[in-house]
């Protein structure tokens, strides 16, 4: 008899959905047999085309600003309406830009506030709206993907290392808070081979890969697999930051 998929019959709701990332975790969560709803905030054709192309079935596509927390509420107006539950939260949506660490600065008020309504206040308002559809699973699981910047300082400018060190704060604040029907942990990648990534100056991405230990960097699809891996076979872990960063902060 072939086995069953692990995730099979659950729903996972993932906000970024039509980024490197996030289109990698939908694809991984659907070929582990979860329904996949596919949260976007500007990008629907890309949203459509992913899910047409997951395999499984029962899949959506549904708007999740995660900017809105009005527009989080009708997100879950509609995952309860479709599904009546949500087993699975993935936050995956990010937001940065390259700015100098020395260069103070150009490191201005709106771009702070971007990055941190978009990092950190973008995941802790896509819980709150999903907790009730989260706690009628039972046993629920939120993924938040945040990065070794936030463990090294090191990434793309200031704030947005402190908005990923925040990200797992609140990780460790909420899987106290929510246990036991909810776990809360992070996924932590270093640099990632997403297409934003490939199409940067080439002697910056070997540079990144010369500083981790591994020599290379992340694919987007080992991000979904520590996804899917602490939904199916890590079930006894909450609160934790789990690397996938090829060793980097040892460098």
Not at 121 to 142: N, Q, Y
Not at 145 to 157: D, I, K, L, P, W
Not at 190 to 218: C, H, N, Y
């Amino acid at each position: 008899m072939e086995a069953r998929p692990p995730l099979e019959g659950r729903v996972a709701v993932v906000t970024g959905a039509t980024g490197g990332i996030g289109s990698a975790v939908c694809r991984g969560l659907a070929s582990a047999g979860a329904r996949v709803v596919a949260g976007f905030r500007r990008n629907e054709p890309a949203a459509r085309l992913l899910i047409e192309t997951l395999p499984g079935s029962n899949h959506a596509a549904i708007p999740a600003d995660v900017t809105d927390s009005a527009a989080l509420g009708r997100l879950a107006e509609e995952v309860s309406a479709r599904y009546g539950a949500v087993d699975l939260l993935v936050n995956s949506v990010g937001r940065t830009r390259f700015v100098p660490h020395t260069d103070l600065s150009a490191l201005d008020d709106d771009l702070i506030d971007e990055i941190f309504r978009t990092n950190w206040r973008g995941p802790f308002a896509t819980i709150r709206a999903l907790k009730d559809l989260l706690a009628k699973s039972g046993d629920a699981l939120v993924v938040n993907v945040s990065s070794v910047a936030g463990v090294t300082g090191v990434g793309s400018n200031v704030a947005y290392c402190a908005s990923k060190a925040a990200l797992n704060a609140m990780t460790i604040s909420l899987a106290r808070a929510l246990a036991p029907a909810i776990r809360v942990v992070s996924v932590s990648p270093g640099v990632v081979e997403t297409e934003f990534i490939k199409g940067l100056d080439e002697s910056w991405r070997r540079e990144q890969m010369s500083r981790t230990p591994l020599g290379r960097l992340a694919s987007p699809e080992e991000v979904a697999d520590a996804v899917v891996a602490a939904a199916t076979t890590l079930r006894c872990s909450t609160g934790c930051i789990i690397p996938v960063d090829g060793g980097r902060p040892l460098s």
